[in-house]
């Protein structure tokens, strides 16, 4: 069953958004998003104001190829247009994976997601989003790192933040990509069992390398958010996961891999950027610059009890470089609500 549709126009490679109220320009492409399968998902395509007809570019015939808003715990989306800054905003539903007992004792169940910008890539086949630029004013405490080299096994922690709330920026640029293993089409059907299966212990030549998050001492409780780079027919194919699986000691608790796929350019590109925002419970990635958006809840005990560690790693054969890492400790946020 269909859920929470949301229908919206977009300009191809334009991050402004488009009012619906008003004309829409020409070239503008329409996408249709949907809520199913526990998930978000959404197509691009054209709408015909004289028939009132949507035709998609493509349609998939399996439905777990569609495209999604996020791979993970995200549901229940829905945009729309600010016209004070000329975006189209989306704002999305996370669950809770604890039980229904903490629950009541807690009062309330579920949490919103970070606002998002939402926009078109150029070539009109992929959404990409960002968190809002709001965000930025909440970050304190900057913590910057240049030129950092990864070898095979390194860790590099992350000091002088506040690692329970915080917002981590960081590039990655591979040194050879010419020994990356080959992409196997069969994975899209299944993205959550191969992070599975190739999880941040699982070594390659291209990966994995990333961020350690919520990490206790002995790593007993951690979260990681990674990437491993395989080689298409044409560009190459990065596998990007959040692997919850050991970030709770907590038994009853919904510890999922998720995973999600997105083409680069590499050889155009050079880098690949993953930007961070952990807010105790909630972990939300974006890899690529927005191409694929990971959103977790997390229950470690360690947050009760004591502290938490963050790092960036590789445990691939080749090495890896950070040419740039900056990352905040992050304020609560001011709601404001309107008296009278």
């Known amino acids: 069953m269909w ?19 008003a004309a829409i320009p020409k070239g503008a492409k329409h996408v249709l ?37 996020d791979y993970g715990n995200y549901y229940a989306s829905k945009s729309f ?30 949490i919103h997601a970070i606002p998002r910008t939402i926009w078109l890539d150029s070539n009109s086949k992929q959404l990409l989003q960002w968190p809002v630029e709001e965000i930025e004013s909440l970050r304190r405490n900057e913590v910057s790192h240049h030129d950092i080299e990864l070898e095979k096994g390194d860790l590099f922690e992350i000091k002088d933040i506040d690692n329970s709330q915080a917002d981590v920026e960081v590039y990655f640029e591979l040194v050879a990509l010419d020994t990356a293993e080959n992409f196997d089409p069969s994975w899209l059907l299944d993205i959550e069992n191969h992070c599975r299966e190739v999880d941040a212990s699982v070594q390659s030549d291209v990966g994995p390398f990333g961020l350690i998050v919520l990490a206790t001492d002995n ?11 395989y080689k298409s027919q044409q560009k190459y194919m990065i596998l990007m996961c959040s692997d919850l699986r050991r970030s709770s000691l907590r038994p009853e608790v919904d510890k999922p891999a998720y995973g999600g796929f997105f083409e680069f350019d590499l050889e155009k590109e050079k880098k690949i950027s993953l930007r961070t925002l952990v807010d105790r419970s909630a972990v939300e990635s974006f890899g690529g610059g927005g191409r694929v958006c990971i959103t977790g809840r997390v229950y470690p005990v360690a947050l009760v009890d004591g502290g938490t560690r963050m790092y960036v790693f590789n445990n691939g054969t080749s090495t890896v470089k950070v040419p740039q890492l900056k990352a905040w400790s992050m304020r609560k946020a001011q709601v404001n609500v309107k008296k009278g």
């Open 3 to 21: 859920e929470c549709p949301d229908f919206f126009a977009v300009l191809p490679g334009n991050n402004s958004g488009l009012d619906l109220s």
């Open 33 to 69: 998003k949907m809520s199913l399968d526990n998930c978000d998902k959404y197509m691009v395509g054209v709408y015909d104001l004289k028939t009132d007809t949507f035709e998609p570019d493509t349609i998939p015939d399996d439905q777990r190829l569609w495209a999604r808003i």
């Open 81 to 110: 247009f600010d016209s004070k800054r000329d975006r189209r905003i989306i704002w999305g539903w996370i669950k809770e994976k604890d039980n229904s007992s903490d629950d009541v004792a807690k009062g309330w169940s579920g």
């Open 219 to 229: 790593m007993e409780e951690h979260t990681t958010v990674h990437f491993r780079v």
